[in-house]
């Protein structure tokens, strides 16, 4: 590794750290800079700014997803349980780090947060799409899918499923109410299960995504974590 891309990562680690335990509003590029002991001149040589230091962890985490797919999905036998896997295994909803969740859902979907929702999702479609091809072929010779494009077919569930995502996030960090909440996600859940079952004209139920009971986890995870935020605000005489 080049000294310069060792950096580059040492900025990274160091940022996530500071936007797990600080919070990413109140954290600072100097505070990134005093962590690690780096010049203001070599940050900008990486980055132009604190949000594209987080792109680019976004970025990073999408890659190493896209690695936990490819090894989720060699598990298993069907290609059904296969497609189940690599949608299952995404970034943004994996349960190891629901702080991570919570921050993107804060910075990514906010008005201003088009353009790294947009490079979050293309990081995903690089990087899953020929998995999902390769899946959905053999779903077609086993009979368990009938596709007829296949690059078309891959590309288009992967933009359902980002969709759903993107709609799972705004009602994170719209909606106040656990109980509508968890009921407005069970409704998505539900109607793009079954939206990607009919493109691939697959058994009715033979499509996860996740469990109900996990997006209720998330849900009441996040909201907490928003009640933190707030007192955090309140303790230090700011607003949210």
Not at 23 to 45: A, N, P, R, W
Not at 153 to 163: H, S
Not at 211 to 239: F, N, P, S
Request: charged share 30%; with cysteine; glycine share 6%.
């Amino acid at each position: 590794m080049k000294k310069g891309d060792a950096r580059r990562d040492e900025v990274l680690a160091a940022a996530e750290r500071l936007f797990s335990t600080k919070g990413y509003e109140k954290t600072s590029v100097q505070d990134i800079l005093d962590e690690i002991h780096f010049s203001k001149g070599g940050f900008y040589h990486h980055f132009d700014s604190k949000l594209a230091v987080l792109e680019a962890i976004c970025e990073r985490r999408a890659q190493e997803s896209c690695e936990t797919a490819r090894q989720a999905v060699e598990a298993y036998g069907t290609a059904v349980d296969k497609l189940n896997a690599l949608l299952h295994t995404t970034p943004l909803w994996s349960g190891e780090d629901q702080g991570f969740v919570s921050l993107l859902i804060r910075v990514a979907y906010r008005e201003d947060g088009a353009l790294m929702r947009e490079k979050m999702k293309e990081s995903q479609l690089a990087g899953r799409r020929p998995m999902l091809e390769r899946i959905l072929s053999e779903g077609v010779r086993s009979k368990e899918f009938f596709v007829t494009d296949l690059p078309f077919g891959a590309e288009l569930i992967l933009r359902l499923y980002m969709q759903f995502t993107d709609e799972v996030a705004f009602l994170l960090s719209g909606e106040e109410s656990e109980e509508r909440l968890i009921d407005a996600l069970v409704r998505k859940l539900n109607v793009y299960r079954s939206a990607i079952e009919r493109v691939l004209i697959a058994p009715f139920g033979s499509i996860v995504l996740f469990e109900a009971k996990e997006l209720q986890l998330l849900a009441g995870t996040v909201l907490r974590d928003r009640v933190r935020q707030r007192a955090d605000a309140l303790l230090a005489g700011e607003t949210l």
